[in-house]
C-alpha cells in the first residue's frame, strides 16, 4: 500500500473523518484538525480520490446485505447510487466509512495525501426540545473547542460561508428544533463542507428538502464538480439523477448496473432493478 492510498481493511471499525485518514496516512486526528484550521476558510478544494470497491460483501447473521459488490468511482466525479430500500446501499456507506465490518477490497486512491472526507446523512435524529441552536449544531460538528463556549475562531468565517451557501445564514441563532426538515438537511449539507472534503458522501440528501433547498443543492453539486471532488450520492429522485449524475451504480445487494445516466436509466433496467430479489445466502 502507497502512502496514497487508503485501505478500509475487513474488519475496519475506523470513525468517519479526521480518524480514518489519520489511519491511511499515518498522521494522528489531532494533527489533521490542525491542518484543517489553516484551511477552514476555502470550502472547496479539489483533488478528489478514486473508490475502488472490488468484491465487497456484507453478511449480519444468516441475511446477506452486500454480495460480492464491484464498481469504482472516478475522482472528481458525481456517481450516483441507486436501488429499493433494502437493497444495501446505506450499509455500503458504512462499509466506506468505516463504520461496518465487510469481506473484499475497499480502497480509495487518493492524487496527493490522504486528506478530508465529508459525509451527509439521510436524516438528524435528536430532541427537538433542546436548546441547541444552528451556530452550537455547527459548533458541536465542526470544531474541537466545546460548543457551549461558542464558535471557535478558527472556524468561524468558515462556518458562516459554508450557512452562506445554503440559505441558512439568517437563521443562525433558530433552535434546530424550530427549524423545519428542509431547514435541517440544508444544514446538514453545510456541515458536510467544513473542513473542505475532497471526498463527499450524500445519503439521499434531498430528501427533505423543498424547492428552493433543491435548487440550492443543484448549485452546490455543480460546484463539486467544478472544484474536482468526488461525490459518491445515494439517491431515489431518478429524474435528478439522470440530469445531475455522471456515472450511476444500480445496487440491490448486488450490483446490476453501473453506467452513464443515459445507459442505465432505461425502463428495462430500472425494472430489474426494482423487482429482483437476490437470495440470501444462508
Known amino acids: 500500500m502507497t502512502s496514497k492510498e487508503t485501505i478500509i481493511a475487513q474488519d475496519a471499525e475506523n470513525p468517519v473523518g479526521a480518524s480514518l485518514l489519520a489511519k491511511g496516512s499515518g498522521q494522528s ?6 491542518a484543517a484550521q489553516s484551511r477552514a476558510s476555502s470550502l472547496l478544494q479539489g483533488a478528489g480520490p478514486t473508490l475502488d470497491f472490488a468484491g465487497v460483501s456484507l453478511t449480519l447473521g444468516r441475511t446477506t ?4 459488490v464491484t464498481f469504482k468511482v472516478q475522482p472528481g466525479s458525481v456517481h450516483a447510487l441507486v436501488g ?3 437493497g444495501g446501499k446505506s450499509s455500503l456507506i458504512k462499509t466506506l466509512l468505516g463504520q461496518m465490518p465487510h469481506q473484499g477490497r475497499l480502497s480509495l486512491q487518493w492524487p496527493a495525501e490522504p486528506r478530508t472526507i465529508g459525509y451527509v446523512p439521510q436524516a438528524l435524529e435528536f430532541d427537538r426540545g433542546l436548546p441547541m441552536t444552528v451556530d452550537d449544531f455547527m459548533a458541536a460538528m465542526c470544531q474541537r473547542r466545546p460548543a457551549f463556549l461558542g ?11 459554508a450557512l452562506e451557501r445554503v440559505g441558512m445564514q439568517d437563521k443562525r441563532k433558530r433552535r434546530m428544533g424550530a427549524l423545519s426538515g428542509g431547514e435541517r438537511q440544508r444544514v446538514l449539507l453545510a456541515q458536510g463542507l467544513i473542513p473542505s472534503p475532497q471526498l463527499l458522501v450524500l445519503d439521499e440528501p434531498m430528501s427533505a428538502l423543498d424547492e428552493a433547498g433543491i435548487q440550492v443543492f443543484e448549485r452546490l453539486l455543480g460546484d463539486w464538480r467544478s472544484a474536482g471532488i ?6 431515489h429522485d431518478l429524474e435528478a439523477v439522470g440530469r445531475l449524475a455522471d456515472h450511476v451504480t444500480g445496487l440491490n445487494r448486488r450490483v446490476l448496473f453501473d453506467a452513464t445516466p443515459k445507459q442505465a436509466l432505461t425502463p428495462e433496467r430500472l425494472l430489474t432493478l426494482f423487482s429482483t430479489h437476490p437470495r440470501s445466502v444462508a
Open 151 to 161: 464558535l471557535s475562531k478558527h472556524y468561524a468565517a468558515a462556518i458562516g460561508e
Open 84 to 86: 429499493p430500500n433494502g
Open 29 to 34: 486526528a489531532s494533527s489533521l484538525n490542525d
Open 65 to 68: 446485505i452486500l454480495d460480492n
Open 230 to 235: 468526488t461525490v459518491l450520492w445515494i439517491e
